[in-house]
């Protein structure tokens, strides 16, 4: 008889709760305790786990006899002090939410933990996981070697977050590491490299010009470019837009190489598609060789129950059956590490610097 995994989650706001979601989808496991602050965000976490106990502080959560791994999904500037604790306290596998920092000079804290800490510690990185994403890199061969990377996000301004914590680069750390940390770790997934040089342009020019909280109005970007340069020669660039929800497809990836091209188109959330444009788009793949020339496009279908647990095409599923193998013994380390959680936030935080200098980052060897 397999044995349950019992987990804790801190943090239940709406991401949180697509973890709710997807763990009750996977055989075996129990979500054991929660810990939410926030009244309304625990109130919908426990709903969707209505065994979990509710806790008050991440002591508390510790403090709770049959947790086997850690969750976190707070804000991302809680992250490394919540990590840390854990550490001190009670040391347990974690898988937890991008970007894993948001503050440069926590880097050496990180870097401290990946050596010391006892059990495995999985980044999530959903991106990596959406089938037609995973489907690109399975075919990115077939290019001959990826030369060429360009990944364009056109979608919807932040939403709203619990006390409009990501209106604000100094708990974000900036639209580049908040919302596309996701991207930079694809292109080192994809392109099997480290960079060496990154350079950025964007600004804030439609989306929050008139909020106001306290006094404040939002600096987070809202459109950008990115260029990465890396050591085995090849380029990646990306293209946001967080004012283009009209667009059919929220990601579109291409990688080329010297022998053919490949694309990823990959939908929005379901739950944003306009019901009079009918069903909303499929996720699809084309891979277009040189010689024969023509595109071979095939559609990715996405399991309608996977695509009901959450706004991720299914990835955040994916990403818990890998988590769930290491923590049964059957996958020997996470697929996404502490220091691949390192490097896209290092990225990140080299593109904010690039667009505020004007100048170029670079990244000894």
């Given at each position: 008889m397999t044995r349950t995994i019992h987990y804790g989650l801190i943090g239940c706001g709406m991401m949180g709760q697509e973890h709710l979601h997807n763990i009750a989808l996977l055989d075996d496991t129990r979500?054991?305790?929660?810990?939410?602050?926030?009244?309304?965000?625990a109130k919908a976490a426990q709903a969707i786990a209505p065994d979990a106990v509710m806790v008050s502080s991440v002591e508390e959560l510790l403090a709770v006899d049959d947790l086997d791994c850690v969750v976190i999904v707070s804000p991302n500037h809680?992250?490394?002090?919540?990590?840390?604790?854990?550490?001190?306290?009670?040391?347990?596998?974690?898988?937890?939410?991008?970007?894993?920092f948001t503050d440069p000079v926590d880097a050496s804290r990180l870097e401290a933990l990946q050596r010391d800490y006892p059990h495995p510690i999985w980044v999530a990185m959903e991106y990596r996981y959406m089938p037609p994403i995973a489907a690109l890199i399975a075919e990115a061969?077939?290019?001959?070697?990826?030369?060429?990377l360009s990944i364009r996000e056109h979608r919807f301004p932040f939403l709203e977050k619990v006390g409009n914590w990501n209106r604000?680069?100094?708990?974000?750390?900036?639209?580049?590491?908040?919302?596309?940390?996701?991207f930079f770790d694809l292109m080192r997934l994809i392109l099997q490299s480290d960079p060496v040089r990154v350079t950025a342009s964007g600004?804030?020019?439609?989306?929050?010009?008139?909020?106001?909280?306290?006094?404040e109005t939002p600096d987070i970007l809202d459109h950008g470019y990115v260029i990465v340069d890396f050591a085995s020669g090849a380029r990646a660039m990306l293209e946001l837009c967080m004012f283009a929800e009209g667009s059919r497809y929220q990601e579109e990836i291409s990688v080329v190489g010297p022998d053919a091209k490949i694309e990823a188109l990959v939908p929005g959330p379901e739950r944003f598609w306009p019901e009079h444009l009918g069903a909303p788009p499929v996720p699809q793949i084309i891979v277009s060789p040189r010689d024969p020339k023509g595109p071979i496009a095939k559609d990715i279908p996405v399991d309608p129950l996977l695509l009901a647990a959450g706004d991720h095409n299914g990835s955040t599923f994916y990403q818990h059956q890998g988590f769930l193998a290491v923590l049964r013994g059957e996958q020997a380390q996470p697929d996404v590490t502490l220091n691949d959680g390192l490097w896209a936030v290092r990225i990140g935080l080299a593109a904010q610097q690039a667009l505020e200098t004007g100048e170029a980052v670079r990244f000894s060897s």
């Open positions: 979500v054991s305790a929660i810990f939410e602050p926030d009244a309304e965000m809680l992250h490394v002090d919540q990590i840390e604790e854990i550490a001190r306290t009670r040391p347990l596998p974690l898988l937890v939410e991008k970007p894993l061969e077939v290019t001959g070697g990826v030369k060429m604000f680069n100094r708990n974000t750390g900036g639209t580049f590491v908040e919302k596309c940390c996701h600004g804030q020019a439609v989306n929050h010009l008139d909020e106001d909280y306290g006094g």
